[in-house]
């Protein structure tokens, strides 16, 4: 393999030409409109136009990407994550193509990309499921009463589903009939498949998921697990690597169960199995995640491994580097997430142009992110700037580390999640350990909360509290603007 185009953008693409370059392999770009001078088209080897900045003009054009490769003569095509990397038309068309797909089999693809599918798939192996059913349902008559049989609360999810679209929680019988509408018109058009299944809700549930990879010579390891329960909106802000509450015991028992899922779909490349960890410790299979997942670097920073690496040399028709036994862990890893979002609003997007931006440096603090000062963050994609991420010799040192960095990170222009991994990093029950998905919803609901734990020996952080109070203006959120808040505002603008 002597050429690599990377069907991707931003930060993942950028991560996969450093190790290209690495492994003296030639990189491909690929750039939409709004992605003329961006920073992986700068990083590559070449680079080629492939549309309008829409994804769905450029990103998305399977066609006119594969025609690019057979005219520059690539070997390979990585996906990164998003776009088409769990795409298995596009994988089946890359390969007809006499092109290497560095990731799984189409088929593989396939099995895992519909819940129901890979829950019937995974059920031979023995690896536990939460109670539900397994199988597409539209009857309202027929989902009211397995519901019941399951007891409420209950979970009606999409199967071909993701990112928590086509996902309706419903707690009691009389909001049944609503919420699978809802939730079978939001599958339909975000996945144009508007089936649905019915499982048990999962109280105080934490999301806990294996790193796993697989060779064509029949070898599956795990890299352990990292905890991703920080979320909102169904989608993750911070992970971290190992988790706090798992044993080793449990660690070893999740690790085999993830790798039975692989035997179940036979598997090969880097992939992610997730489970739900219940409130007894309890854990279930959730879904399968067939490519590199966005917090692949918590994994390489407990581990001293390149998993981009590990991609490129099972596509090349290696073995894996290592055996199960040649792995280990070695200290902790937190990620925080930097989004371009208005944390205090919902957190809703917060595209705009990069006043400032200065990254944090140190021992053991490493920045992946696709952008400098000076540029503009585009409307028409995911809204993550960077991803922060901080090793420490062990979980309190992590996090320790990850407050020391974040408040190194200089962002100005749109409001960031920043703020908001702080805030994460110094609250009891993050540090404790005790907490679950519920976090946000639990813990951040009222920005005045967010303002009392920025208090440091009397000063108040004034990023944090200018956001805070940029928030109440633009939403008229008077409610919020207490006397405390106005006048720590007056202080600091004096």
């Given at each position: ?92 068309k890359v390969q007809k193509a006499g092109i290497t797909f560095i990731g799984p089999t189409s088929s593989s693809m396939k099995v895992m990309g519909d819940k129901l599918s890979a829950k019937q798939a995974v059920k031979q192996f023995n690896v536990p499921l939460v109670p539900g059913i397994d199988e597409a349902i539209d009857d309202v008559e027929e989902a009211t009463k397995i519901a019941n049989e399951i007891g409420y609360p209950v979970l009606i999810k999409a199967t071909a589903g993701g990112g928590g679209k086509g996902m309706r929680l419903v707690e009691k019988e009389e909001e049944l009939e609503e919420q699978m509408h809802l939730a079978q018109n939001e599958a339909r058009s975000s996945f144009g ?302």
């Amino acid at each position: 393999m002597k050429k690599v185009l990377i069907a991707n953008r931003g930060e993942i693409a950028r991560r996969v030409i450093r190790t290209l370059k690495k492994m003296n392999i030639k990189s491909v770009a690929i750039y939409s409109d709004a992605d003329r001078n961006a920073l992986h088209v700068l990083d590559a080897d070449e680079a080629v136009y492939v549309g309008a900045s829409p994804s769905a003009e450029s990103y998305l054009k399977q066609d006119v990407i594969i025609e690019h490769c057979l005219r520059l003569g690539v070997d390979g095509i990585h996906p990164g994550y998003g776009f088409l990397s769990e795409n298995a038309e596009f994988a089946d068309k890359v390969q007809k193509a006499g092109i290497t797909f560095i990731g799984p089999t189409s088929s593989s693809m396939k099995v895992m990309g519909d819940k129901l599918s890979a829950k019937q798939a995974v059920k031979q192996f023995n690896v536990p499921l939460v109670p539900g059913i397994d199988e597409a349902i539209d009857d309202v008559e027929e989902a009211t009463k397995i519901a019941n049989e399951i007891g409420y609360p209950v979970l009606i999810k999409a199967t071909a589903g993701g990112g928590g679209k086509g996902m309706r929680l419903v707690e009691k019988e009389e909001e049944l009939e609503e919420q699978m509408h809802l939730a079978q018109n939001e599958a339909r058009s975000s996945f144009g498949n508007d089936a649905c299944f019915i499982e048990k809700f999962v109280t105080k549930p934490r999301h806990i998921e294996i790193q796993v990879f697989g060779d064509t010579h029949g070898n599956h390891v795990h890299m352990f697990e990292r905890e991703c329960s920080i979320q909102r909106r169904h989608q993750k802000v911070i992970e971290e690597a190992p988790s706090s509450i798992l044993s080793e015991a449990q660690r070893q028992e999740m690790g085999a169960a993830a790798i039975s899922v692989c035997k179940a779909c036979d598997y090969v490349g880097a992939g992610t199995v997730e489970f739900l960890l219940d409130a007894d410790l309890n854990f279930y299979f959730l879904e399968m995640n067939t490519r590199l997942q966005v917090e692949h670097a918590v994994t390489e920073e407990i581990t001293g491994l390149d998993l981009v690496e590990w991609q490129i040399r099972v596509a090349r028709g290696e073995k894996l580097p290592k055996k199960q036994e040649e792995l280990s862990i070695n200290g902790h890893a937190i990620e925080v997430r930097v989004y371009a979002e208005d944390t205090l609003g919902g957190f809703t997007p917060d595209i705009g142009h990069l006043e400032r931006y200065r990254v944090p440096s140190g021992q053991s603090v490493r920045v992946d992110d696709a952008f400098a000062e000076g540029m503009d963050i585009p409307i028409y994609y995911d809204p993550m700037i960077a991803k922060l991420s901080v090793w420490g010799k062990d979980r309190a040192h992590a996090i320790k580390r990850t407050i020391k960095a974040i408040d190194d990170y200089q962002i100005s222009g749109v409001k960031t999640t920043l703020d908001f991994g702080k805030y994460v990093m110094k609250h009891e029950a993050f540090t404790s350990g005790d907490f679950d998905t519920n976090f946000v919803k639990h813990y951040f609901e009222d920005p005045k909360v967010m303002y009392s734990l920025m208090k440091e020996e009397g000063k108040v952080l004034k990023h944090g509290l200018n956001q805070i109070w940029d928030s109440i203006i633009e939403k008229q959120e008077k409610e919020f603007a207490s006397r405390e808040i106005k006048s720590a505002w007056r202080r600091e603008r004096s």
